[in-house]
């Protein structure tokens, strides 16, 4: 919906569980604020309704803004006007209201208030202290202060405050990264203390200063090798970050980043972000490819049949053959992924595409008349499928998107991966052409 002024709980004058939860602005169809909570789902978040936490039933209401305040309430901003709409009304349109409007203050009545934190004007040693407040807002605002304080001066105090810090407090981290954030906003990012961040155990502080390092980059020697490194990353989101700081890089130097990505899985919150970062890189746009209404068509019978069926299951899996390759078997060309529809190396020799798909691939390779540079690695299969599961999608590429070759089966995958099984690394194209030349 369209919605405006998110806000996260963070004030201690609202109770525990409810820390962190989204309170979402509504201002058509449901008028009020919805309260969701969050959930850590790997890369991304998933969120659940918590409450309704104000509804109105006046037409007017349009809520666009909120805030946490120094003393841990919550202010709401009711824009209150009869239009809304830009498309549908002329900009000067008489009813549109420009004088009134409401601001609410919510509170929890049966918590106390939280003693409001001194900003303005407050002493840099003082403002240092802030930052390990619990409340999100009051340390957004001590952040904006020291923005304007003399850098050399803050910098300097920062040092100071660190030495201090207990490194065995739960939050120890946290304080580190506002001490990163704070040097960011100074522009005048602390290169040690962003090195030390990008090897925490924790994947959100890795995350956190990967987002750092795609802003500071100018300032920071090694940005390149940085990211790559985050691009492999062994958590999603800290990939995610690595991979949208890399899409804001020349394409010589963002290709590589992006290459080490596409080497991980690439799950439903990377892949499109991934497919956009290729496309901008090399300066094109990213569409994804229209599908058609295709329904399962074989003529497959039996034990070939059910392989099919299982093949298609695991092609479409997250992370699998579709992700790259796209549900019609056409590829994304921009983002250096081959098409599987009408090629030979999916109807050719099923030895060569086995090895192939228990291996994966890396290097410059032609495809129905297009040159594909090969930056981007095709993934190895092999320790993710059994002997069953390559024959399946085997099978079922070979047969779908108009593909009509034999089946594979799974004594004949069997037969291959042994003959591989000490081969370490990609294939190049050549060398599997060498092994197999093409029909
Ligand atoms: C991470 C993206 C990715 C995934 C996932 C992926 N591929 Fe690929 N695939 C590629 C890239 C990139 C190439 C080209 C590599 C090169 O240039 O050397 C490729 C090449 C191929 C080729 C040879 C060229 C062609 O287009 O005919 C086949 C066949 C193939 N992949 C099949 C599969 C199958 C089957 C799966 C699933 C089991 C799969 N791929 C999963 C990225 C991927």
Request: aromatic fraction near 6%; charged fraction near 25%; proline fraction near 7%.
């Amino acid at each position: 919906r369209p919605t405006s002024g998110l806000e996260f709980v963070s004030s201690r004058h609202f109770p525990p569980e409810v820390q962190g939860d989204m309170l979402i602005n509504n201002t058509i169809g449901f008028l009020g604020t919805k309260q969701h909570q969050m959930i850590e789902d790997g890369t991304g978040f998933t969120t659940k309704h918590r409450q309704d936490l104000v509804t109105s039933s006046d037409g007017n209401f349009r809520p666009v803004d909120m805030e946490f305040a120094p003393d841990g309430s919550l202010y709401l901003v009711d824009w209150h006007n009869v239009l809304i709409g830009h498309m549908q009304h002329n900009a000067r349109d008489p009813l549109r209201d420009h004088k009134h409007g409401r601001i609410y203050r919510i509170t929890y009545p049966d918590r106390p208030l939280v003693e409001p934190a001194p900003v303005a004007g407050a002493s840099t040693e003082q403002l240092l202290e802030n930052l390990t407040l619990p409340e999100y807002r009051t340390r957004y605002r001590t952040r904006r202060e020291l923005r304007g304080r003399d850098a050399g001066q803050v910098r300097a105090a920062i040092d100071t405050w660190i030495a201090g810090l207990d490194e065995s407090d739960s939050h120890y981290e946290h304080h580190l990264l506002e001490a990163l954030w704070v040097t960011w906003g100074l522009n005048s990012v602390d290169q040690d203390l962003l090195r030390r961040l990008l090897e925490s155990e924790d994947h959100r502080v890795r995350a956190a200063a990967v987002r750092v390092l795609r802003y500071s980059g100018h300032q920071i020697e090694g940005q390149q090798e940085l990211l790559t490194q985050a691009a492999g990353d062994s958590h999603g989101r800290v990939r995610l970050e690595a991979i949208v700081a890399a899409s804001w890089l020349p394409e010589q130097e963002g290709l590589p980043v992006l290459s080490e990505a596409a080497k991980h899985p690439l799950d439903r919150h990377i892949a499109p972000t991934f497919n956009a970062a290729m496309a901008h890189i090399q300066g094109t746009s990213y569409m994804p490819p229209e599908q058609g209404e295709e329904t399962v068509q074989t003529d497959l019978e039996g034990t070939d049949r059910e392989l099919y069926e299982l093949g298609e299951k695991i092609f479409s899996r997250d992370g699998s053959c579709e992700t790259c390759h796209q549900p019609n078997g056409k590829g994304l060309a921009a983002s250096g992924f081959p098409p599987l529809a009408g090629t030979d190396w999916v109807t050719g020799d099923p030895e060569r595409l086995i090895k192939l798909v228990l291996k994966g691939m890396q290097g410059p390779l032609e495809v129905l008349g297009e040159q594909y540079p090969g930056q981007v690695p095709m993934t190895p299969f092999g320790g993710m499928l059994d002997d069953e599961e390559v024959a399946a999608v085997l099978t079922y590429v070979r047969n779908s998107f108009g593909n009509e070759a034999d089946p594979i089966s799974p004594e004949t995958v069997e037969k291959v991966r042994a003959t591989v099984q000490d081969k370490e690394g990609f294939y190049t194209p050549e060398e599997l052409l060498n092994e197999h030349p093409m029909e």
